[in-house]
């Protein structure tokens, strides 16, 4: 059975920094991807950051460039996403998810129970 447990979020102002981190069991092989999606109310599901689990260079959205940063503690079977320079618009629910593609986070595969982001100017 795949679990992904997740931890951190919360309320932040603009320009401040939250980490993520996903805690994952059960997942086998390396054909997958897995990271972050998002969502905010009436917006669409945006993949913000993830890593190939057969190695590779980790993606990123366009929109988080050089303000995230994804790693992993393989000792721990968790994943990290590290959220500097905050923006109002990074407000979301974010999930932890896995998946055989990215654009697959949140439909198919697996995710976690989510955790509020929310950025205030």
């Known amino acids: 059975q795949v679990q992904l447990v997740e931890s951190g979020g919360g309320s932040v102002q603009a320009g401040e920094s939250l980490r993520l981190s996903c805690a994952a069991s059960?997942?086998?092989?390396?054909?997958?991807?897995m990271g972050w999606f998002r969502q905010a109310p009436g917006k669409e599901r945006e993949g913000v950051a993830a890593?190939?689990?057969?190695?590779?260079?980790?993606y990123y959205a366009d929109s988080v460039k050089g303000r995230f940063t994804i790693s992993q503690d393989n000792a721990k079977n968790t994943k990290y996403l590290q959220m500097d320079s905050l923006k109002p618009e990074d407000t979301a629910m974010y999930y932890c998810a896995a998946s055989g593609s990215i654009q697959g986070f949140g439909v198919r595969g697996y995710r976690g129970q989510g955790t509020q982001v929310t950025v205030s100017s």
């Open positions: 890593i190939y689990a057969g190695g590779g260079i980790p």
């Open positions: 059960g997942l086998t092989g390396s054909n997958y991807w």
